[in-house]
Protein backbone atom coordinates (compact mmCIF):
# COMPACT_ATOMS: atom_id res chain seq x y z
CA UNK A 1 0.00 0.00 0.00
CA UNK A 2 0.89 3.67 -0.83
CA UNK A 3 1.24 6.20 1.66
CA UNK A 4 1.93 10.07 2.10
CA UNK A 5 2.08 11.76 4.97
CA UNK A 6 2.63 15.49 5.67
CA UNK A 7 2.88 16.35 9.58
CA UNK A 8 2.80 19.58 9.43
CA UNK A 9 -0.89 20.45 8.90
CA UNK A 10 -0.39 24.71 9.17
CA UNK A 11 2.69 26.40 9.51
CA UNK A 12 2.56 30.42 9.73
CA UNK A 13 5.74 32.69 8.95
CA UNK A 14 6.58 36.21 8.38
CA UNK A 15 7.44 37.18 4.98
CA UNK A 16 10.98 36.90 3.98
CA UNK A 17 11.42 34.46 5.88
CA UNK A 18 12.28 30.58 5.12
CA UNK A 19 9.89 27.68 5.63
CA UNK A 20 10.51 23.77 4.71
CA UNK A 21 7.62 21.87 4.28
CA UNK A 22 8.19 18.55 5.11
CA UNK A 23 6.84 14.49 3.21
CA UNK A 24 7.48 11.48 3.89
CA UNK A 25 6.03 8.84 1.81
CA UNK A 26 5.84 4.95 1.72
CA UNK A 27 5.81 2.41 -1.06
CA UNK A 28 7.02 -1.26 -1.94
CA UNK A 29 7.52 -0.02 -5.42
CA UNK A 30 10.82 0.74 -7.32
CA UNK A 31 9.79 2.87 -9.54
CA UNK A 32 7.80 5.48 -8.63
CA UNK A 33 7.11 9.74 -8.85
CA UNK A 34 7.13 11.81 -6.66
CA UNK A 35 5.57 15.51 -7.00
CA UNK A 36 4.27 18.66 -4.88
CA UNK A 37 1.35 20.43 -5.76
CA UNK A 38 0.01 24.30 -4.27
CA UNK A 39 -3.50 24.88 -3.87
CA UNK A 40 -4.28 28.84 -3.71
CA UNK A 41 -7.32 29.91 -2.05
CA UNK A 42 -9.15 29.81 -5.61
CA UNK A 43 -8.84 26.25 -5.49
CA UNK A 44 -7.13 25.04 -8.41
CA UNK A 45 -3.95 22.33 -7.80
CA UNK A 46 -1.11 24.25 -9.31
CA UNK A 47 1.43 21.29 -10.57
CA UNK A 48 5.24 22.67 -9.03
CA UNK A 49 7.12 19.56 -9.27
CA UNK A 50 7.45 15.86 -9.94
CA UNK A 51 10.69 13.70 -9.62
CA UNK A 52 11.04 9.99 -10.38
CA UNK A 53 13.08 7.61 -8.11
CA UNK A 54 15.85 6.97 -10.14
CA UNK A 55 16.84 10.80 -9.99
CA UNK A 56 17.83 12.02 -6.04
CA UNK A 57 19.24 15.28 -7.61
CA UNK A 58 17.92 18.67 -5.11
CA UNK A 59 16.31 20.63 -7.48
CA UNK A 60 15.59 24.46 -7.67
CA UNK A 61 13.76 26.78 -8.87
CA UNK A 62 13.92 30.60 -8.07
CA UNK A 63 12.91 30.71 -4.38
CA UNK A 64 11.87 26.99 -4.66
CA UNK A 65 13.74 23.99 -4.06
CA UNK A 66 13.19 20.27 -3.08
CA UNK A 67 15.13 18.21 -1.66
CA UNK A 68 14.43 14.16 -2.47
CA UNK A 69 16.17 11.40 -0.16
CA UNK A 70 15.25 7.77 -0.55
CA UNK A 71 17.29 6.69 2.08
CA UNK A 72 14.45 8.26 4.74
CA UNK A 73 12.00 8.51 2.19
CA UNK A 74 11.37 11.93 2.43
CA UNK A 75 10.21 15.16 -0.59
CA UNK A 76 10.53 18.41 1.13
CA UNK A 77 10.31 21.42 -0.13
CA UNK A 78 11.53 24.72 0.94
CA UNK A 79 10.75 28.26 0.37
CA UNK A 80 13.64 30.84 0.39
CA UNK A 81 12.24 34.31 1.36
CA UNK A 82 8.88 34.03 1.65
CA UNK A 83 6.32 36.39 0.13
CA UNK A 84 2.64 36.66 0.97
CA UNK A 85 1.59 35.13 -2.79
CA UNK A 86 2.60 32.11 -1.24
CA UNK A 87 0.17 31.37 0.74
CA UNK A 88 -1.52 28.08 0.10
CA UNK A 89 -2.33 24.38 1.05
CA UNK A 90 0.59 22.07 -0.37
CA UNK A 91 -0.05 19.12 -1.52
CA UNK A 92 2.81 15.72 -1.98
CA UNK A 93 1.37 13.33 -4.12
CA UNK A 94 2.94 9.75 -5.02
CA UNK A 95 2.44 7.20 -8.15
CA UNK A 96 3.71 4.11 -8.66
CA UNK A 97 4.68 3.11 -12.57
CA UNK A 98 1.92 1.24 -14.13
CA UNK A 99 -0.55 2.69 -11.41
CA UNK A 100 -2.54 6.03 -12.54
CA UNK A 101 -3.79 6.88 -8.90
CA UNK A 102 -2.06 9.63 -7.45
CA UNK A 103 -2.12 9.18 -3.64
CA UNK A 104 -1.77 12.36 -2.08
CA UNK A 105 -0.81 13.42 1.70
CA UNK A 106 -3.37 15.62 3.72
CA UNK A 107 -1.94 18.80 2.52
CA UNK A 108 0.17 21.87 4.94
CA UNK A 109 -1.85 25.14 4.90
CA UNK A 110 0.97 27.52 4.84
CA UNK A 111 0.52 31.00 5.72
CA UNK A 112 2.76 33.94 5.37
CA UNK A 113 2.43 36.73 7.69
CA UNK A 114 3.01 40.60 5.89
CA UNK B 1 -2.92 27.18 -24.30
CA UNK B 2 -6.19 26.45 -22.46
CA UNK B 3 -6.30 24.19 -19.50
CA UNK B 4 -8.72 22.06 -17.95
CA UNK B 5 -12.23 23.39 -17.80
CA UNK B 6 -14.58 21.79 -15.36
CA UNK B 7 -18.56 22.90 -15.20
CA UNK B 8 -20.66 24.13 -13.67
CA UNK B 9 -18.27 25.51 -10.98
CA UNK B 10 -20.71 25.38 -8.12
CA UNK B 11 -23.72 22.68 -7.68
CA UNK B 12 -26.21 23.16 -5.33
CA UNK B 13 -28.80 20.26 -5.35
CA UNK B 14 -31.43 18.33 -3.39
CA UNK B 15 -30.94 14.69 -1.67
CA UNK B 16 -31.97 12.19 -4.10
CA UNK B 17 -31.25 14.34 -7.23
CA UNK B 18 -28.74 12.97 -9.86
CA UNK B 19 -26.18 15.68 -10.51
CA UNK B 20 -23.93 15.25 -13.90
CA UNK B 21 -21.20 17.12 -13.75
CA UNK B 22 -18.45 17.92 -16.81
CA UNK B 23 -14.92 17.99 -17.88
CA UNK B 24 -13.09 18.71 -20.88
CA UNK B 25 -9.09 17.98 -20.34
CA UNK B 26 -6.32 19.75 -22.14
CA UNK B 27 -6.46 19.18 -26.02
CA UNK B 28 -4.66 16.10 -27.00
CA UNK B 29 -4.49 14.73 -23.34
CA UNK B 30 -5.45 10.92 -23.84
CA UNK B 31 -5.11 10.11 -19.92
CA UNK B 32 -8.49 11.71 -17.67
CA UNK B 33 -8.93 11.37 -14.36
CA UNK B 34 -11.26 12.18 -11.90
CA UNK B 35 -10.86 12.84 -8.19
CA UNK B 36 -12.83 14.14 -4.66
CA UNK B 37 -11.81 16.63 -1.86
CA UNK B 38 -13.98 16.40 1.31
CA UNK B 39 -12.94 18.15 4.28
CA UNK B 40 -12.82 14.40 5.98
CA UNK B 41 -11.44 12.20 3.43
CA UNK B 42 -8.77 14.84 1.89
CA UNK B 43 -7.92 13.82 -1.45
CA UNK B 44 -9.01 10.80 -2.75
CA UNK B 45 -8.92 8.79 -6.55
CA UNK B 46 -12.32 8.13 -7.97
CA UNK B 47 -11.99 6.54 -12.31
CA UNK B 48 -9.16 6.78 -14.49
CA UNK B 49 -10.22 7.25 -18.45
CA UNK B 50 -7.39 5.88 -21.15
CA UNK B 51 -9.06 7.02 -24.32
CA UNK B 52 -12.79 6.41 -24.02
CA UNK B 53 -12.04 3.41 -21.65
CA UNK B 54 -12.33 3.18 -18.23
CA UNK B 55 -8.89 0.46 -17.07
CA UNK B 56 -9.86 1.59 -13.35
CA UNK B 57 -12.99 2.78 -11.20
CA UNK B 58 -11.36 1.45 -8.43
CA UNK B 59 -11.87 4.69 -6.59
CA UNK B 60 -15.50 5.18 -6.71
CA UNK B 61 -17.12 4.90 -3.96
CA UNK B 62 -20.70 3.27 -4.47
CA UNK B 63 -22.74 2.47 -7.88
CA UNK B 64 -24.23 5.69 -7.64
CA UNK B 65 -20.86 6.79 -8.87
CA UNK B 66 -20.72 6.06 -12.60
CA UNK B 67 -18.38 8.21 -15.49
CA UNK B 68 -18.05 7.95 -18.84
CA UNK B 69 -16.29 9.80 -21.66
CA UNK B 70 -16.87 10.28 -25.38
CA UNK B 71 -14.55 10.70 -28.29
CA UNK B 72 -11.43 10.44 -26.24
CA UNK B 73 -12.06 14.12 -24.78
CA UNK B 74 -15.24 15.44 -22.67
CA UNK B 75 -16.14 13.08 -19.49
CA UNK B 76 -19.18 13.71 -17.64
CA UNK B 77 -19.35 11.84 -14.11
CA UNK B 78 -22.92 10.72 -12.88
CA UNK B 79 -23.47 10.94 -9.24
CA UNK B 80 -27.27 9.05 -9.16
CA UNK B 81 -29.63 9.95 -5.62
CA UNK B 82 -27.32 12.17 -4.35
CA UNK B 83 -26.50 11.94 -0.39
CA UNK B 84 -25.10 14.62 1.94
CA UNK B 85 -21.85 12.72 2.24
CA UNK B 86 -21.65 13.60 -1.76
CA UNK B 87 -20.83 17.09 -0.90
CA UNK B 88 -17.17 17.98 -1.63
CA UNK B 89 -14.95 19.54 -4.38
CA UNK B 90 -14.68 17.15 -7.90
CA UNK B 91 -11.71 17.83 -9.62
CA UNK B 92 -10.75 16.55 -12.57
CA UNK B 93 -6.99 16.39 -14.21
CA UNK B 94 -5.95 15.16 -17.52
CA UNK B 95 -2.02 14.55 -18.39
CA UNK B 96 -0.93 13.63 -22.36
CA UNK B 97 -0.29 10.05 -21.56
CA UNK B 98 -0.69 7.48 -18.73
CA UNK B 99 2.14 6.10 -16.76
CA UNK B 100 5.08 9.20 -17.00
CA UNK B 101 3.16 12.14 -17.24
CA UNK B 102 2.05 14.80 -14.87
CA UNK B 103 -1.57 15.28 -14.06
CA UNK B 104 -2.71 18.85 -14.71
CA UNK B 105 -5.72 19.48 -12.51
CA UNK B 106 -9.31 21.71 -13.60
CA UNK B 107 -10.52 24.37 -11.18
CA UNK B 108 -13.18 21.31 -9.54
CA UNK B 109 -17.08 21.54 -9.18
CA UNK B 110 -18.54 22.23 -5.90
CA UNK B 111 -20.78 20.00 -5.14
CA UNK B 112 -23.44 20.83 -2.07
CA UNK B 113 -26.03 18.25 -1.51
CA UNK B 114 -28.68 19.22 0.89
Known amino acids: AQKVTQAQTEISVVEKEDVTLDCVYE???????LFWYKQPPSGELVFLIR??????QNEISGRYSWNFQKSTSSFNFTITASQVVDSAVYFC???????????FGTGTRLTIIP | GAGVSQSPSNKVTEKGKDVELRCDPI?????LYWYRQSLGQGLEFLIY????????KSGLPSDRFSAERTGGSVSTLTIQRTQQEDSAVYLC????????????FGPGTRLTVL
Open chain 2, 93 to 104: ASSPRPGLDTQY
Open chain 1, 27 to 33: TRDTTYY
Open chain 1, 51 to 56: RNSFDE
Open chain 1, 93 to 103: ALKSFGNEKLT
Open chain 2, 27 to 31: SGHTA
Open chain 2, 49 to 56: FQGNSAPD
